[in-house]
C-alpha cells in the first residue's frame, strides 16, 4: 500500500508541483490551500506525512504544527516545512513546534523526494 502524505501549502503552482512529484514516485496525496483546511482534513484522515509552507492564511505551518501534535490521529507523523523562509530563527520555531525537516523553496523535485524518503524510510 502506498503511503499518504498531505501537503500544505496556500500557493496552487507549489502544490502541484508537490502532488506531481510525490504521485510520479508512488505516493499517495492530499491536498490543503492553507494550515486550517489541512487541520480539518487531518481531523478524519490518517496520513504518512506532511509537508506544510510556514506562510499561510488563516493558520500558519506552525499553528498547523502544533495543532497536529496536540491532535490524536496524526501527532506522530513526520512534518517537513517546506517555505522560503531560511532564517535560522524560524527554523527553531519550527523545530520547537515539532517540525522534523526542511526544505527551502524553490527546491528541486529530487531534493523533496529524497527528504520525503529519508523520513518515511
Not at 483546511?37 to 499561510?56: E, F, G, H, P, R
Request: avoid cysteine; proline fraction near 3%.
Amino acid at each position: 500500500m502506498s503511503k499518504m502524505i498531505m501537503t500544505a501549502d496556500d500557493s496552487a503552482s507549489v502544490r502541484q508541483m508537490v502532488v506531481f512529484s510525490l504521485k510520479q514516485n508512488g505516493y499517495d496525496v492530499i491536498e490543503a490551500v492553507d494550515g486550517r483546511d489541512a487541520l480539518a482534513k487531518l481531523s478524519t484522515q490518517k496520513v504518512d506525512m506532511l509537508i506544510t509552507d510556514l506562510n499561510m492564511p488563516n493558520l500558519d505551518g506552525i499553528g498547523l504544527i502544533k495543532g497536529v501534535r496536540s491532535g490524536a490521529l496524526n501527532r506522530l507523523i513526520p512534518i517537513v516545512m517546506l517555505t522560503t523562509e531560511s532564517q535560522e530563527s524560524k527554523k527553531m520555531e519550527g523545530k520547537a513546534a515539532g517540525a522534523t525537516g526542511w526544505i527551502i523553496k524553490p527546491f528541486k523535485p529530487e531534493q523533496l523526494l529524497a527528504v520525503v524518503k529519508k523520513v518515511l524510510g
